[in-house]
């Protein structure tokens, strides 16, 4: 049979159609690369380069001083004044502080009874203690489970309440400002908070409260978290290296230094008084606990870190519920900094070093810089210059600082060094997650107070009958496992690094193609725990 030629196949009008698209586009790319394109790539690599420093320095910065402090500061019970709490015998346990332990809940099915039987177990006079159960859950069911719990530890003495309200205005932080208005809170002077999976330690009352005690100045006190659940996948252990990063280095820098940190939101004791001083629970952002010690910051109070003070605790396993909980942790922060910036400056009662620290170092280049600089640089400027010769980033910029960045993160986690190179790849991910909602809380767009509650699992995978196969409801798929937008920036990647490959110097295209993987495994939602429906 005589061969067909592709001109016999195709008609005239539609022949050389796809070489003259392609012709046209060149054209026009060429037209407007030197005049638009090189320009502004250049002014980006500026701004990023910027960005890039103002990091590393304030890395820098954080490592030196936290080598200063572990050579050189005394302890903690050294440099304040500490005593034991003890029994007097003439005056029995009145020699004890009130304290209020409050521990809020949403739908907590998996992890209620281990929190409120660690409150329960802590080891403080019962006379002297107040447990107060918040439970917001909008489940009957889960509501009758929890209000049963607390019945069964009352039954054996303690002094716990469960209390509900009619709605959850304000979520966590009008739960706990409803919770402080109860007239039996009104001999307390401490409250200690513990989110639904925290565990604390028997002994953690007795090693935070004296400090309170002994040092009026002092308005809270902040344990560190552990994970109980950093094995569980990789998700977690990528949490773990950040978080650890966060406790040893920017909570013990902040302590030492300027007595300010941002609270944590749990794990931590508060004097009363200092929360009513500096005008109590806000719900005006989605990180009430930021705003709250800010605000008392601003008052001159201040804040006691103990890195050995440590509070049993859960990641979220699921990588839906660590994107809702990164986006809170992003947008909140930003919004903050937009609503509070001019607070800060004019106020009287901080020196000027502490504003300093305050605005520059703990929200510009912690909060908004730090995820900005790993996304635009490393997902959208360098894969950029790759397809623009004209434009150079320099090898100190695309690789030495990064690196030196990156080593001085890891030192929280010695243990998962192995993990390090996987680490940062994940980070540029979720950084494109972290800036845009960033932007959404300084410009405070739509879904700026979104407010949605960890997922937290428990024993809940243990416990599943995994001999059964379960189907996924239809309609989860799209949106709760695939990501468009994180498929969208791979495919981006994936053509930069191609053109790498045949047209560049650099030899980038190593990098970019382990960042499309990345990207790409993200947005088919294949990292953490996959639940079972």
Known sequence: ????????????????TAADIAGQIGLMWELIKAPLIVPLLRVAVYICLAMELMLFIERLYMGIVIILVKLFLKKPDKRYKWEA??????????????????????NEKEVYKVSIGAACNLSWPSDRLVIQVLDDSTDPLIKDLVEKECLRWASKGINIRYQIRESRGGYKAGALKEGLKRDYVKDCEYVVIFDADFRPEPDFLRRAIPFLVHNSEIALVQGRWR???????????????????????????GSSTHAFFGFNGTGGV?????????????????VEDMDLAV??????????YLGDLQVKSELPSTFKAFRFQQHRWSCGPANLFRKMV???????????????????????????????????????????SLLVPEV????????????????????????????????????????????KATFIGLLEAKRANEWVVTEKLGDALKNKDKTKPTKKPRGSLFGDRILPQELGFAAFLFFCGCYDVLYGKNQYFLYIF????????????????????
């Open 342 to 384: 001019m607070e800060i400056v004019r106020n009287k009662r901080v020196n000027i070093w502490k504003k300093f620290y305050v605005i520059y170092s703990f929200f510009f280049v912690r909060k908004i810089i730090a995820h900005m600089v790993t996304f635009f640089f490393f997902c959208v400027v360098l894969p950029l």
């Open 227 to 253: 994970f109980v659940n950093s094995n569980e996948c990789l998700l977690t252990r990528m949490q773990e290296m950040s978080l650890d990063y966060h406790f040893t280095v920017e909570q013990e820098v």
């Open 514 to 533: 382990l960042q499309v993987i990345t990207f790409t495994i993200a947005g088919f939602g294949y990292i953490g725990t996959i639940v079972p429906s």
């Open 1 to 16: 049979m005589a061969e067909v030629s592709t001109n016999a196949l195709l008609p005239e009008t539609f022949q050389g």
């Open 85 to 106: 709490m003890r029994e007097d015998l003439e005056i029995g346990n009145a020699g004890f502080p009130m304290v209020l332990v409050q521990i809020p809940m949403f």
């Open 392 to 435: 150079e980033i320099p090898v100190w910029a695309a690789i030495y600082i990064p690196c030196i960045i990156t080593i001085l993160n890891s030192v929280g986690t010695p243990r998962s060094i192995h993990l390090l190179f996987y680490w940062i790849l994940f980070e540029n991910v979720m950084a494109f997650h972290r800036t």
């Open 295 to 304: 605000r008392a910051s601003l008052k001159g109070w201040k804040f006691l």
């Open 270 to 286: 508060w004097r009363i008084a200092a929360i009513n001083e500096a005008g109590g629970w806000k719900d005006r952002t989605t």
